[in-house]
């Protein structure tokens, strides 16, 4: 009993001197941490600003092409619209009305030709449409061209409307001091006295020409 009783003592012992040397090993580390210096991150650098008109001016212009690149647009342009003018006479409709509208990528003469011919001779109302508002694409359409949208005006509904979009798209590419605005606004004008004309083409056209100024 007394053995017991001197081994429990010797732990208790122990147990103060572990205890202690961990508060003396605890003191001396915190010392050690408040005698080291701080160290200090220096300052990042204040980040320079774009010059934004510099940037802008980049962005807007694109990088000049060879003249490999402009020979090779050239020669993909004038596949494409020679697949498309292909399609355009394609017994699908559907697929004469997809010919069409892969030309408004393309406008050039040869294709506004192509959409012309179109506008005023396919059999199918949808493929004509397609023809009339693909050449809204393009600008300055010669006299040729307008004079087929003009008639178009007088088609069935879904090409009439297509043609009106594209006369009134057209009128506004064009300064309203300008001969061609001029020209063709007097065309349209001259274009409400047709009898053809369905009366919600009518009403659109003197809305146009209001709503431009033209009496």
Not at 144 to 169: G, M, N, P, Y
Request: glycine share 2%; net charge negative; hydrophobic share 40%.
């Amino acid at each position: 009993m007394r053995r017991t009783y001197q081994i429990f003592v010797l732990v208790i012992i122990l147990l103060c001197l572990i205890a202690a040397a961990i508060l003396g090993l605890y003191s001396a580390f915190e010392s050690t941490s408040e005698m080291q210096p701080t160290l200090q991150t220096p300052p990042l650098p204040a980040p320079i600003a774009p010059d934004l008109t510099e940037l802008a001016n980049r962005l807007s212009q694109p990088p000049a092409l060879t003249a490999e690149q402009l020979q090779e647009d050239k020669e993909i342009q004038q596949s494409q619209v020679a697949t498309a003018s292909e399609w355009l006479f394609d017994p699908n409709p559907q697929q004469r009305v997809s010919g069409a509208e892969q030309l408004s990528a393309y406008p050039t003469p040869e294709a506004e030709k192509l959409l012309r011919e179109i506008v005023s001779g396919d059999v199918a109302a949808e493929v004509r449409a397609a023809a009339a508002a693909s050449l809204s694409y393009f600008n300055a359409p010669d006299a040729e061209t307008i004079d087929a949208l003009l008639q178009a005006l007088q088609d069935e509904e879904q090409v009439s409307q297509r043609a009106f979009s594209t006369l009134s798209i057209q009128l506004s590419k064009y300064p309203v001091d300008s001969p061609e605005f001029k020209q063709l606004s007097q065309r349209l004008k001259n274009r409400l006295h047709s009898k053809e004309l369905s009366d919600d083409i009518r009403n659109a056209l003197k809305d146009l020409l209001e709503y431009k100024g033209i009496k």
